[in-house]
């Protein structure tokens, strides 16, 4: 064996964004003792003497030390002629160590080295054809195309790429080193020429560790290559992974690159032939090029999000939809969103025809994948959309990507938030294109999907305003099926009309029975019907659109317009009214003597001054969903929660009320009764009483008594 002396490294390093990569990735302890190491057998010189003569890929100042690019010595010519004589190159000692940790440590899943290598494979193609595009002499045998042999009987899987092959120099310096990218320095060679930036973005390797990613399966790997210059010698590189590499010459090398793993005993689950196509199909499925395993083609589907949107038919978009949400309903409605400022986005958006939550299935995830060149770096990426989004199928593919080493996960920066922030934009102002292009399929939408845009509301402050342009609504003006927006309802208002007013039922019938509900529509002004348990929130998280407030009209709030309702509704009936009413002095007696008898859940008695025909309501009182949510932290929802004190309201005009004055004196056991039973009725109309079956004794002594007389 030829020993080599370490050569002194070259004194530039990676760029920043690179070593900041690579810290996230390797861990300190590991970049201090390869430090260490080199101190220690420089004897008395300087730790960061010593970090010049480790042979490490051009790494930034990493954590505790230094950490540089570091290879073997250019090893003795070879035998001429014929295959050249097998040369030992050794990896140093921190070298070892940091193999180890890109092997066995750097990616969550053993599954990814595929993704890795096919990556390497798709860039080597990438960059044949670019050789071709630019009318560079080159040698091109074989169409462009990634070959997978799976040998389940001699344990190994072949990686095969017609692609543009490596040199002797470029075998050492690509995989005799670590962390030194080709495709990166092959990037930036390509960015300076404006005839070939815009290739580069086609280019995937960017950190140079993803071939050793093989060794997570692998204990040993073999690698024939060829350079597609022309007049290039193959060469065979091998090895364990553990402490050195071989090159040598040797014969009959295509040009291209073929990668042999000899699968470990732990690993034999990846000679499953059907298992390897789902690895393909899930992280390479988009590649550029044809990928077959055993002969037979694996990436059948296209990359629509790259082509131009009115190439792709609707049977493209059905079929592209089921293999990305592995659903069979048909998409309600598609979107290709390109952009190239301020960050580079190509996506393919779906919204599906069923909601799987309301069909009694768990919360869903994300729907939408993240891709970098055509490249799956997270399936149902949740940093990606806000969670209420989280309905939207598709993938969203970015080169701008801060990725970690492994680029399994996404380093959180103002990139991913702008990121997110431009793609729910465009999402949100899409639903709005298509609720106005046909309201009536929109309402289709909004009657599956109508949850989500209400948590979106709830939960995305920076996009309320504009989410609230989505939601829709009955109304107490238009049939029960008939929806309309906010908008619609602001246009209809009167002039004199200053607020937006709902009411929060269990469902319509209750709605438009209810006393809250009738001086409303004695003056035909027109109210938001809504019945699901979430309305209340919405609209109190909501609290105003397009500067007019959003008011429940069975709220406090309501008090002022009400009493300009019956101000007037007194002066023109001034003359008819009725002589039988109870008089003022009257009805401050009824009220002084009904408050004590209603007890502590009752702050106030008064007349009240809306139009109504009942005898009584209650106001100002914990609505029925901040009741639901005060025994959700209670932790029982059949737990009774004891009522907040609320105010009471009486008609004079009502018999009841008039006959409750009277029967006071002449009864007074029976009276009292009757006014707990008005407070009860009051508490069911306003849907606040857990209950009613307590009332249910005092009732029937109250009918015993009607019966009786």
């Known amino acids: 064996m030829s020993q080599f002396a370490i050569r002194s490294v070259n004194s530039r390093f990676l760029s920043k964004s690179i070593a900041r990569r690579l810290t996230t990735a390797l861990p300190a302890p590991a970049i201090i003792a390869a430090s260490a190491a080199a101190a220690q057998r420089a004897g008395a010189r300087s730790v960061s003497t010593a970090a010049s003569s480790m042979h490490l890929a051009r790494a930034g100042s990493l954590a505790a030390g230094q950490l540089r690019a570091y290879s073997t010595e250019q090893p003795a010519a070879t035998a001429a002629g014929g295959a050249g004589a097998a040369e030992k190159h050794e990896f140093k000692a921190e070298t070892k160590k940091l193999l180890h940790i890109v092997a066995h440590s750097l990616y969550s899943q053993r599954e990814v080295f595929v993704r890795e290598l096919i990556s390497n494979s798709s860039d080597a193609l990438e960059k044949l054809r670019h050789l071709q595009a630019t009318s560079q002499d080159v040698s091109a045998e074989r169409p462009l195309e990634i070959n997978i042999t799976v040998d389940a009987d001699k344990k190994t899987i072949t990686f ?59 204990d040993k790997i073999t690698v024939y290559t060829r350079s597609a210059t022309p007049g290039s010698e193959g060469y065979c590189w091998e090895s364990d992974g553990l402490g050195s590499y071989t090159l ?32 393909i199909k899930k992280y390479s499925n988009f590649v550029g090029f044809p990928i077959t395993v055993n002969g037979e083609k694996v990436n059948t589907v296209d990359a629509l999000w790259t082509k131009d949107k009115n190439s792709i038919s609707d049977e493209d978009h059905a079929n592209f939809y089921r293999f990305v949400s592995r659903a069979w309903d048909e998409p309600a409605y598609h979107l290709v969103y390109k952009a190239d400022g301020p960050l580079s986005i190509r996506s393919i958006l779906y919204v599906p025809t069923k909601n799987p939550e309301a069909l009694g299935f768990d919360r869903i995830k994300p729907g939408v994948s993240l891709y970098s060149r055509k490249v799956l770096i997270m399936p149902n990426a949740e940093n990606l959309l806000p969670e209420w989004l989280r309905f939207i199928q598709g993938v969203v593919d970015s080169e701008d990507l801060p990725l970690n080493l492994s680029r399994e996960l996404l380093q959180n920066g103002p990139i991913i938030m702008r990121l997110k922030s431009i793609i729910t934009s465009r999402i949100i ?78 469902n319509r019938q209750f709605g438009l029975e209810s006393p809250y509900y009738e001086p409303f529509k004695k003056h035909g002004t027109n109210v938001l019907m809504l019945h ?3 309305d209340e929130f919405v609209m109190g998280r909501l609290s105003n659109f397009e500067g007019k407030r959003l008011i429940s009209i069975d709220s406090k709030d309501v008090a ?115 006014a707990q039973q008005l407070f009860d009725n009051a508490l069911i109309a306003a849907g606040i009483m857990d209950d009613p079956r307590t009332m249910i004794k005092r009732l029937n002594e109250i009918l015993a008594s009607a019966v009786q007389k």
């Not at 017609?162 to 080709?182: D, F, Q, W």
């Not at 948590?455 to 003006?477: H, M, P, W, Y």
């Open 160 to 218: 095969c790429d017609s692609g543009v092959g490596m040199t002797a120099e470029e075998l050492k310096e690509n995989l005799g080193t670590i962390a030194r990218s080709g495709s990166k320095a092959y990037i930036e060679k390509m960015k300076d020429s404006d005839d070939t930036k815009d290739m580069a973005n086609t280019i995937v390797g960017q950190f140079g560790v993803g071939f050793y990613s093989a060794f997570m399966v692998g």
């Open 429 to 506: 102002k899409w639903l709005q294109e298509e609720s106005r292009k046909d309201p009536a399929k929109y309402k289709e939408f909004f009657k599956t999907f109508g949850i989500f845009i209400k948590e979106g509301v709830c939960q995305d402050a920076s996009n309320q305003a504009e989410i609230a342009k989505l939601l829709r609504f009955e109304t107490s003006a238009n049939d029960a099926d008939e929806l309309i927006s906010l908008n619609e309802y602001v246009e209809a208002m009167p002039s004199d009309q200053e607020h937006i007013y709902y009411f929060c039922t269990p």
């Open 560 to 674: 002022q317009v009400l009493k300009k309702w019956n101000d007037a509704d007194q002066a023109e009936s001034a003359s008819d009214a009725s002589a039988a009413s109870l008089t003022i002095d009257q009805a401050n007696e009824l009220t002084s003597w009904m408050l004590p008898v209603l007890g502590m859940h009752v702050k106030e008695v008064k007349v009240s001054e809306r139009y109504m025909s009942y005898p009584a309501i209650v106001t100002d009182f914990d609505s029925p969903a901040v009741r639901r949510m005060m025994k959700m932290m209670a932790g029982d929802s059949k737990q009774s929660i004891p009522l907040s004190p609320c105010n009471v309201e009486i008609n004079v005009n009502d018999p009841v009320i008039k006959g409750l004055y009277s029967l006071k004196t002449s009864d007074e056991d029976l009276a009292r009764k009757v």
């Open 248 to 279: 040598q010459k040797s014969e009959g090398i295509d040009v291209g690159t073929k990668i042999v793993i000899s699968v470990k005993e732990d690993a034999d689950e990846f000679l499953d032939k059907s298992k390897l196509e789902t690895i």
């Open 532 to 534: 699901h348990p979430l």
